[in-house]
């Protein structure tokens, strides 16, 4: 069956650009959320939806850093003027339940230049 | 403050023999533990949980855990490696007891497993 998709899955920006980062998580999968993974480093927490509903931003490194998912499905990371720092890998998760495991997509890895 | 240390950035194994990659972590409440792994350019890919019940969890790809709850410990192992095995693993810890954190998972560094043939 069809998992959590990324895309892009690699995405290059110039240093103050703006990037747009989408999930699709898993049919029917309630949960959802953003990890970013610095070179050498686990995954860390950005941010958590529960449909539509934005329960939990509080690992937003930045107020440039934006996330939404409108229809309670895709969701969108955006990143604005975007800073050297924030090359990363981006991972999204799902989750169909509240003691499930979470689901991981294949990530987007952003460069900034 | 929910923290996951996992003391070896890698562990060696010769094919067939058995292996172990050690995690630790702290947590308010109880525990959720989880494996997860992952292969280059790819997302993580689950393994096996503890949430309750049996100490001794069973997972994919003959891979199991045991939880230890007074050394706060979460051990991954298996009894014989395989060179395909060869991956990074990442030990992951959810508060069980804290509904304001709502299941957000916390990593350790991660741990490079090799298997030689």
């Known amino acids: 069956g069809a998992g959590v998709s990324q895309s892009p899955r690699y995405k290059v920006a110039k240093r103050g650009q703006d990037v747009a980062l989408r999930c699709d998580p898993i049919s029917g999968h309630v949960s959802l959320f953003w990890y970013q993974q610095a070179l050498g480093q686990g995954p860390e927490f950005l941010t958590y939806?529960?449909?539509?509903?934005?329960?939990?931003k509080s690992g937003l490194p930045s107020d440039r850093f934006f996330a939404e998912r409108p229809e309670g499905s895709v969701s969108t990371l955006k990143i604005q003027r975007t800073q050297q720092e924030d090359s990363a890998v981006y991972l999204c998760a799902s989750r169909v339940g509240g003691l499930g495991e979470q689901y991981f997509g294949p990530g987007t890895r952003l460069t900034v230049t | 403050a929910q923290s996951v240390a996992q003391p070896e950035d890698q562990v060696n194994v010769a094919e067939g023999n058995p292996l172990t990659v050690k995690c630790t972590y702290s947590?308010?409440?109880?525990?959720?533990l989880f494996w997860y792994v992952q292969y280059p350019n790819r997302g993580l890919q689950f393994l096996l949980k503890?949430?309750?019940?049996?100490?001794l969890v069973k997972g994919s790809y003959g891979f199991e855990a045991e939880f230890n709850k007074s050394q706060t410990s979460f051990h991954l192992k298996k009894p014989s490696a395989l060179v395909s095995d060869s991956a990074l693993y990442f030990c992951?810890?959810?508060?069980?007891?804290?509904?304001?954190?709502?299941?957000?998972?916390?990593f350790g560094r991660g741990t490079q497993l090799t298997v030689w043939p």
């Open positions: 992951a810890v959810r508060d069980g007891d804290r509904g304001s954190t709502l299941g957000r998972l916390y």
């Open positions: 503890y949430i309750t019940g049996d100490n």
């Open positions: 947590v308010s409440g109880n525990p959720y």
């Open positions: 939806f529960q449909n539509e509903a934005q329960l939990d």
